[in-house]
């Protein structure tokens, strides 16, 4: 079932702070092998570590957060389904890369065309930002759904990084992946 046109993907704010946090700290707990922060540092470090990228005031120069609404009429009780964030290198000799960040579609969500949806508008806004040529992502080599997905929309496998992730001493190998704009 594709019912991803029952979704409205939109940039986070400020306002979305909390609905964001809370998605996030469950993608953190659910999947800790699948993301560099921990449950625990993020709790650490609070709902506030987002603030300037939710800011959105450099989402044109790739920096931004992309949110899945359970309906196109978003409130504060309409659930948040699913997130990705793009973040661009800021060395000089590397502003032609960016990265996916923070993945994740919530569990009951799952199936519907969320995650390419997302995907989809952040390969859309990407293409629009000067001098942006590559975006890459790491992807945990056990996640064939995820990397199926990645491969769908043009990403490619240029390597794998073995022992990426050290979770409660289980190392986990990391697949990398780049698509050229």
């Known amino acids: 079932m594709n019912d991803a046109t029952a979704v409205c993907i939109r940039q986070l704010g400020p306002a979305d702070r909390d609905a964001y946090f809370q998605l996030r700290l469950r993608g953190l707990k659910a999947h800790p092998e699948s993301f560099g922060q921990s449950y625990e540092e993020a709790l650490a470090r609070g709902p506030e570590q ?3 990228r939710l800011q959105g005031s450099r989402a044109a120069e790739g920096e931004f957060l992309l949110g899945a609404f359970a309906s196109a009429q978003t409130s504060a009780d309409t659930p948040l389904l699913g997130v990705v964030g793009l973040s661009r290198n800021q060395h000089d000799k590397e502003r032609h ?5 923070g993945m994740y579609v919530a569990p009951e969500a799952a199936g519907r065309g969320i995650g390419r949806a997302l995907l989809d508008e ?3 806004r990407a293409a629009r930002i000067h001098g942006l ?3 890459q992502l790491m992807v945990g ?3 064939t759904g995820a ?3 990645y491969e769908s929309v043009g990403f490619i496998k240029y390597g794998c990084e073995v022992g990426a992730l050290n979770v409660g001493g289980v190392f986990h190998d990391a697949d ?3 698509r050229f704009m």
Do not use: C, T
Request: no cysteine; aromatic share 0%; glycine share 0%.
């Open 50 to 52: 987002h603030d300037a």
């Open 176 to 178: 990398l992946m780049v």
């Open 141 to 143: 080599s056990h996640n």
């Open 147 to 149: 990397r199926r997905l």
């Open 122 to 124: 952040l390969l859309a």
């Open 133 to 135: 040529r590559q975006i």
């Open 97 to 101: 890369k960016a990265a996916v960040v």
